[in-house]
């Protein structure tokens, strides 16, 4: 059963859609469930020289755990610096969404994932150096994708 803070975030997502010029584009998927998930960040300096993203939207193709959760990462990752958005974790999608089936707590970590690529996009993008355990996810990430591209790949050459 989902409460009522996951189907108010499923009904009406905050920052859905894209942004023309990201600054990062990060993408994460399940090869299980099928969901999608797409995130576009735009990161500008504020008064203190630090890097903060000024705006996060998302597009997501999935059930209403997976929309509700990358909802819920926006919210949270934005007017954050990278350090912070870095730190945002399942807990703190989950709690805000006042709990989600054991069996949809995958989405959660989705979302993480997804703004997790966006924030690597943007950092190789402009040459920073990126902290070991996000391009270890990052690596975790892409050999996943590697294994549904081999499947639809199989899959096509079946039909």
Do not use: W
Not at 64 to 81: E, H, M, Q
């Amino acid at each position: 059963m989902y409460s009522p803070q996951t189907i108010a975030h499923f009904r009406t997502p905050h920052n859905y859609g894209e942004l023309k010029h990201p600054d990062g584009r990060g993408e994460a998927g399940n090869i299980i469930c099928g969901d999608i998930m797409s995130l576009y960040i735009e990161v500008k300096k504020n008064k203190k020289g630090k890097e903060i993203i000024t705006a996060v939207k998302f597009k997501t193709y999935g059930c209403a755990a997976a929309i509700a959760t990358s909802s819920v990462i926006t919210d949270l990752a934005k007017g954050k610096t990278i350090e912070e958005a870095l730190l945002l974790n399942k807990k703190d999608i989950v709690d805000i969404l006042h709990g989600l089936p054991p069996i949809k707590i995958h989405c959660s970590l989705l979302a993480i994932d997804a703004l997790g690529e966006a924030i690597y996009q943007y950092l190789t993008g402009h040459k920073r150096p990126v902290p070991s355990d996000l391009a270890t996810r990052h690596q975790h990430i892409e050999k996943e994708k590697q294994i549904i591209e081999e499947r639809l790949k199989k899959l096509k050459e079946s039909l």
